[in-house]
């Protein structure tokens, strides 16, 4: 098992250039448009996917025609032109309405090279074809968790009449030593915890229903404006609310994520989950159940847990889902559940389903089998569940 674990995180900074600093990002913005829609004709016209072929085929026509800029925008331009029509190759082979990918709305320029940018805190400077700007940068408090992080690349972006800086870090995080496990096991209103120690068991269910409450506001609140606007009005109304469920959601998720995130460290425990591969394939219950299940963004929620506890360093593990809320945990009799309620009908066990879930999934990690864990567990359960309630 890997001692470290390469942590990754992006921020967001405004920039505050002169109006002759503005100008020139305006040129640097309709140029690099100019270098992606050429590399973008080029591997349409001639179903180019290598990024090797098509450098080969039009760096140096680029290279003659846009002498004044520094190489490496060439570079990028062919990174994001091949993402581009990747993207759309693989989504007209599902869908036959798919329009073709345009440069028109770009408004991205793409710096993963060194040679293009050096980022100060408090200020950028990035190599153009008026030579080097240095911009300054508004910081925030968010931002002071990075300092000391290494910059791995970057995004320059303009949204309206400003100009952003999307900064990735990287940092290096050892990872502790664990002295037990966590189980957690993500449902539709709760994440449900079971934390497995040699010399002790504790479960936690983590409320979080007002994430489903908020998404089906919103539903109904769409609905009603699909049925009642038509053309821009609609289009409007639907971004705007679906905007804001989605940061009224990921807020939910963000916190119920940093609390077991605190847990993980507090317990010294490792955070083991579900593999949810292919999992809403299988989903085949019906169109109402379907939309629910659907609209519950299990996977944020795991990736958000993840990068909170390696920050802290604790690397989750992943384990097979299958069963994990049917198997009996003392007996490891297979049982149907009966609502919210599971019970064994070998043994008599009975508990919340989703604890349950929880418990397996951390008892299937191969460093917790050995551990005498069900007289302890049973113990805990006989107890009340401690409650978190996310907000």
Same mark, same amino acid.
């Not at 109006?19 to 004709?41: A, D, H, I, N, P």
């Not at 309206?160 to 189980?183: P, S």
């Given at each position: 098992?890997?001692?470290?674990?390469?942590?990754?995180?992006?921020?967001?900074?405004?920039?505050?250039?002169?109006?002759?600093?503005?100008?020139?990002?305006?040129?640097?913005?309709?140029?690099?448009?100019?270098?992606?829609?050429?590399?973008?004709?080029?591997?349409?016209?001639?179903?180019?996917?290598?990024?090797?072929?098509?450098?080969?085929?039009?760096?140096?026509?680029?290279?003659?025609?846009?002498?004044?800029?520094?190489?490496?925008?060439?570079?990028?331009?062919?990174?994001?032109?091949?993402?581009?029509?990747?993207?759309?190759?693989?989504?007209?082979?599902?869908?036959?309405?798919?329009?073709?990918?345009?440069?028109?709305?770009?408004?991205?320029?793409?710096?993963?090279?060194?040679?293009?940018?050096?980022?100060?805190?408090?200020?950028?400077?990035?190599?153009?074809?008026?030579?080097?700007?240095?911009?300054?940068?508004?910081?925030?408090?968010?931002?002071?968790?990075?300092?000391?992080?290494?910059?791995?690349?970057?995004?320059?972006?303009?949204?309206?009449?400003?100009?952003?800086?999307?900064?990735?870090?990287?940092?290096?995080?050892?990872?502790?030593?664990?002295?037990?496990?966590?189980?957690?096991?993500?449902?539709?209103?709760?994440?449900?915890?079971?934390?497995?120690?040699?010399?002790?068991?504790?479960?936690?269910?983590?409320?979080?229903?007002?994430?489903?409450?908020?998404?089906?506001?919103?539903?109904?609140?769409?609905?009603?404006?699909?049925?009642?606007?038509?053309?821009?009005?609609?289009? /409007?109304?639907?971004? %705007? !609310?679906? #905007? $804001?469920?989605? @940061? &009224?959601?990921?807020?939910?998720?963000?916190?119920?994520?940093?609390?077991?995130?605190?847990?993980?460290?507090?317990?010294?425990?490792?955070?083991?989950?579900?593999?949810?591969?292919?999992? /809403?394939?299988?989903? %085949? !219950?019906? #169109? $109402?159940?379907? @939309? &629910?299940?659907?609209?519950?963004?299990?996977?944020?929620?795991?990736?958000?847990?993840?990068?909170?506890?390696?920050?802290?360093?604790?690397?989750?593990?992943?384990?097979?889902?299958?069963?994990?809320?049917?198997?009996?945990?003392?007996?490891?009799?297979?049982?149907?559940?009966?609502?919210?309620?599971?019970?064994?009908?070998?043994?008599?066990?009975?508990?919340?389903?989703?604890?349950?879930?929880?418990?397996?999934?951390?008892?299937?990690?191969?460093?917790?089998?050995?551990?005498?864990?069900?007289?302890?567990?049973?113990?805990?359960?006989?107890?009340?569940?401690?409650?978190?309630?996310?907000?």
């Amino acid at each position: 098992m890997s001692n470290s674990s390469l942590l990754t995180e992006t921020c967001k900074f405004k920039l505050e250039p002169t109006e002759e600093q503005r100008k020139v990002l305006e040129g640097l913005f309709s140029t690099y448009r100019s270098m992606v829609g050429e590399c973008l004709k080029r591997a349409m016209s001639m179903n180019i996917t290598s990024r090797k072929r098509l450098h080969e085929l039009i760096y140096g026509e680029l290279r003659r025609r846009f002498r004044d800029y520094p190489s490496h925008y060439i570079y990028t331009a062919i990174t994001v032109a091949l993402g581009m029509y990747k993207s759309y190759r693989r989504l007209s082979r599902r869908k036959s309405n798919i329009k073709p990918p345009s440069v028109e709305l770009l408004k991205v320029i793409l710096l993963d090279d060194t040679h293009l940018f050096w980022f100060n805190w408090g200020s950028l400077k990035i190599a153009t074809h008026k030579g080097h700007l240095v911009i300054p940068l508004r910081l925030h408090e968010h931002a002071e968790k990075f300092r000391g992080w290494q910059v791995k690349g970057s995004r320059l972006v303009k949204d309206g009449d400003g100009y952003y800086l999307h900064v990735t870090f990287k940092k290096v995080v050892g990872e502790k030593e664990c002295e037990g496990l966590l189980g957690i096991d993500v449902n539709e209103k709760s994440v449900d915890l079971a934390i497995i120690k040699p010399d002790k068991v504790r479960f936690v269910k983590i409320d979080i229903s007002e994430a489903k409450y908020i998404r089906d506001r919103y539903f109904k609140k769409r609905q009603s404006i699909q049925r009642r606007t038509r053309g821009e009005v609609k289009a /409007r109304l639907l971004a %705007k !609310y679906s #905007r $804001r469920e989605r @940061r &009224r959601v990921d807020a939910i998720l963000h916190k119920v994520s940093k609390v077991i995130a605190e847990i993980a460290a507090e317990e010294k425990v490792k955070p083991v989950m579900e593999e949810l591969k292919d999992m /809403r394939e299988r989903m %085949k !219950y019906g #169109r $109402r159940m379907n @939309r &629910r299940l659907h609209s519950m963004p299990f996977r944020k929620v795991q990736f958000s847990i993840s990068y909170k506890s390696i920050e802290r360093g604790y690397k989750p593990e992943y384990v097979d889902a299958r069963n994990t809320s049917r198997v009996c945990p003392i007996c490891g009799e297979l049982n149907k559940p009966n609502g919210h309620i599971y019970k064994c009908r070998k043994c008599g066990f009975q508990a919340d389903r989703h604890i349950v879930a929880a418990w397996n999934i951390a008892t299937r990690l191969q460093m917790c089998r050995p551990l005498p864990l069900a007289a302890k567990a049973t113990e805990a359960l006989r107890a009340e569940v401690e409650r978190i309630v996310i907000k």
